[in-house]
């Protein structure tokens, strides 16, 4: 069974330019999850999708992020325009939904951003 | 606000020693896991606690919860080489609709020969 895949693994981009971030969870997980982690520090939340719908937004920093879910399949994060502080690494995770040994979140290998 | 905080952040030690890294989070939670990171990779899920007392081994790594203390441990016996990694403690709570993790911000442990 694939794992979780993110894509691209490294992104180099300028300030004020836009990146998307695209992550493809486990085929049947209902639940996906944004994080980041930033310059070392602890890994983010950032949001939660339940199939196409998102369930909790509280964590995306400001109105320069994005998040969409097209059809309940893969996510994509799209920052727009890039500042500096966005500079860290991006992590996605997936999980089957409800009930014992559902909830265990299965996570990507990340990917790096680097605004410069 | 759920906090976790680990510590050490730093971890060097030499191989067959034993060494615990310690996970404290700071209101009720439900779950405890515990991750390890190599450089690049994905967070491979170590071991998942779900109630007091709960311990867990695998391996030179073994794992508790004591919920009451609001704490876990993550204790390594006689390290090796490959047990070099970033460990992440994180915590979350059942909700409705899945739930969000919250994690501590990694022990980066270098084990030496």
């Known amino acids: 069974e694939a794992g979780v895949t993110q894509f691209p693994s490294h992104s180099v981009i300028e300030k004020g330019q836009t990146v998307t971030l695209r992550c493809d969870p486990i085929?049947?997980?209902?639940?996906l999850y944004w994080y980041r982690r930033v310059m070392g520090k602890e890994i983010k939340f950032l949001l939660h999708?339940?199939?196409?719908?998102?369930?909790?937004e509280s964590g995306m920093p400001n109105n320069r992020f994005l998040a969409e879910r097209t059809g309940g399949t893969y996510s994509t994060l799209k920052v727009q325009p890039a500042e500096l502080e966005d500079s860290g690494v991006y992590f996605c995770a997936s999980s089957q939904g409800y009930g014992r040994a559902k909830y265990e979140q299965y996570f990507g290998p990340g990917t790096r951003l680097t605004v410069t | 606000e759920l906090k976790v905080e680990q510590n050490p952040l730093f971890l060097s030690m030499q191989e067959g020693k034993n060494y615990t890294i310690y996970c404290n989070y700071s209101t009720t939670s439900d779950r405890l896991y515990w991750y390890r990171q190599d450089p690049g990779k994905s967070l491979e899920s170590l071991f998942v606690?779900?109630?007091?007392?709960a311990v867990k081994q695998e391996g030179r790594l073994m794992a508790s919860l004591d919920t009451k203390a609001r704490l876990s441990t993550l204790h390594i016996t006689a390290a090796v080489h490959d047990l070099s990694a970033t460990y992440f403690c994180a915590v979350d709570r059942k909700e409705t609709s899945g739930s969000r993790l919250t994690f501590g911000e990694g022990t980066q442990l270098t084990v030496n020969p």
């Open positions: 085929s049947g997980h209902d639940n």
């Open positions: 606690l779900l109630s007091n007392g």
């Open positions: 999708f339940v199939k196409e719908s998102k369930q909790d």
